[in-house]
């Protein structure tokens, strides 16, 4: 009975898969928040790589991963793929559960899976610092480490409070040598204009993007980084879904459901893009984006162009949204409060081809707590997500008494977000109304285009 489906360093995939050849429709344009005419390539290169710009708008399926990136990838990669024999035992059911594990890596998480390449291309660039901002500080520890494997220097604004509620991940990326910068800063104008109206300000995403992009865009040697959403980062985190493809392969098994959790939509992008290019060659596989049902963005946002950040400095382009000035509540998986989600999972939704659903986090905690007594492993508050999507679905078959096999990303591992794990096991845990009242509002602010 196998546990652990383990792939050769030498079956690392070469290539990552670009799935807009495969859309249905066009790629929606994306807007220039200022002219609010299309974002022109030489516009997006003051914060980007021109490599990465042509990555965003590629019509290849197929895109090399370059050497150097898959050397890097070797520490960690190919992640290993799971079947989870004592959770199926555990439910009582006659599905088949398999996980990704992408906890490996050594910031904990998937997000590397893009650092890396992007730091990279920025080194080709000629760059010499990346600037970024972070939350709950998973992107911006990912950055730190990408940027020490190239000698790139790694500017983070960290969300205020999260520097004093995340304090160990602030120590990681100043371990792999980040400079990290409590925002709002008095480093920037947009961090300044805030402090000179709310000095206490406990600072928000949406400002600490306007402060690294302020930052990127007003230094010739400095760029940008962004850990979702982008089309580039979807294509980067693809190599998640080309590895377990081969992985149930070797299992003799192929899913009838992939499952990942989504914020921005990167990780789900990863898990689950490869499979959807099946499913446009006739095949039956279902896929399904989890998220927050605090945070709702597809399962209760529009399709819509809106802005990128609160500040309305990032392009504007089409997507589910609740509105850039929505504030979602302050759940523990700090990487799915995203107001919107990548345009590419927007798209696909918007089409049919992907499903969605939301939960609350007392459901999805309970789902991890199972998942960790049974397979050891603590998921990431984030990941828990897609845990308690997957154990449903092994209910469902349990009640129908059909066997169905299901594989679903774990993103990352928890180990940093025992505060996390504490208040829900003392039963603190506060589950959060759907926030109808504030999503209407803020879906009054958007562009008109
Ligand atoms: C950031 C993060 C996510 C959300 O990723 P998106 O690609 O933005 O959807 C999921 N899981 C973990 C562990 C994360 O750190």
């Known amino acids: 009975m196998q546990t652990k489906i383990v792939l050769d360093e030498n079956q690392l995939p070469k290539q990552w898969y670009n799935i807009i050849p495969d859309l249905q429709g066009p790629l929606e344009p994306v807007i220039n928040p200022q002219t609010l005419k299309p974002v022109t390539p030489q516009e997006l290169q003051a914060i980007f790589p021109m490599s990465l710009i042509e990555q965003e708008v590629s019509t290849e399926r197929w895109i090399d991963i370059p050497d150097e990136v898959r050397e890097i990838y070797k520490l960690w990669r190919p992640a290993p793929l799971y079947r989870a024999h004592r959770l199926e035992k555990a439910l009582g059911t006659p599905a088949k559960i398999y996980y990704k594990y992408e906890g490996v890596s050594p910031a904990g998480s998937h997000k590397p899976n893009s650092a890396i390449p992007q730091a990279y291309y920025n080194k080709q660039a000629g760059i010499r610092r990346l600037a970024t901002e972070t939350g709950a500080g998973q992107w911006g520890s990912s950055l730190a480490l990408a940027c020490s494997m190239f000698g790139l220097e790694c500017t983070v604004y960290m969300v205020k409070v999260s520097c004093t509620q995340k304090p160990y991940r602030k120590s990681l990326m100043e371990l792999w040598g980040a400079k990290v910068i409590p925002s709002p800063s008095n480093l920037t104008a947009a961090g300044r204009s805030i402090l000179a109206e709310h000095p206490d300000s406990p600072g928000s995403l949406g400002i600490a993007i306007s402060e690294a992009v302020e930052d990127a865009a007003s230094h010739a040697d400095t760029n940008y980084a962004l850990g979702s959403v982008l089309n580039h980062v979807c294509l980067h985190q693809t190599v998640i879904g080309l590895e377990a493809k081969q992985q149930m392969a070797i299992a003799g098994d192929y899913p009838d459901v992939v499952i990942g959790c989504c914020g921005g939509g990167s990780n789900f992008a990863g898990i689950a893009f490869p499979f959807l290019a099946d499913r446009a060659n006739g095949k039956q596989v279902r896929c399904l984006a989890v998220e927050p049902a ?7 946002g529009v399709y819509a162009f809106d802005y990128g950040d609160t500040a309305q400095m990032a392009p504007i382009s089409k997507m589910y949204t609740l509105g850039h000035d929505f504030m979602p509540p302050g759940i523990h998986a ?7 989600a990548s ?3 927007s798209q696909l939704y918007n089409a049919g ?26 998921p990431a508050p984030e990941s ?6 997957a154990v449903d679905e092994a209910l469902l078959a349990k009640e129908e008494g059909k066997e169905k096999t299901i594989l679903f990303g774990l993103s990352g591992h928890g180990q940093l977000d025992m505060v996390a794990y504490d208040t829900y096991l003392s039963g603190n845990l506060e589950d959060y109304e759907y926030p109808e009242e504030s999503i209407r509002q803020s879906l009054g602010n958007l562009p008109k285009v």
């Open 334 to 340: 700090g990487g799915l409060r995203y107001h919107g």
């Open 294 to 300: 605090s945070c709702p963005t597809l399962t209760k």
């Open 353 to 378: 081809q992907i499903e969605a659903r939301a939960f609350r986090q007392n459901a999805c905690f309970e789902a991890a707590v199972l998942f960790s007594r049974n397979e050891g492993i603590v």
């Open 343 to 345: 345009s590419l999972v």
């Open 384 to 389: 828990s997500h897609a845990v308690r999507a």
